[in-house]
């Protein structure tokens, strides 16, 4: 898979690439593709290092806000293109 996928954020709107998150796990968690969770907007940092770390939402609490958007800002970039 492959493309941008945006964070919600804000600011200016900035992307990850696709192929960093897992489909799988966005329709395990959310119930939703990261198709439709783009369309809707992304997912917050947060919700961007539990789908990469595969974290269930039982288990979210256990993740900094300030990292998982310092981890985010880090392998982010704006649209390309």
């Known amino acids: 898979m492959s493309g941008e996928f945006p964070i919600l954020q804000s ?3 900035m992307f990850i690439d696709l192929s960093l998150l897992s ?3 966005a329709q395990k968690v959310h119930g ?3 198709a439709r969770l783009a369309e809707r907007g992304g997912l917050s940092p ?3 290092v539990m789908n990469i770390k595969r974290i269930m939402y039982g288990d979210a609490g256990r ?3 300030a990292k998982a958007k310092a981890y985010v800002d880090s392998i982010s970039h ?3 293109g």
């Open 11 to 13: 600011g200016p709107t």
């Open 23 to 25: 489909d799988q796990w």
């Open 32 to 34: 939703q593709s990261l």
């Open 46 to 48: 947060v919700e961007v």
């Open 63 to 65: 993740i900094d806000k």
């Open 78 to 80: 704006a649209k390309r």
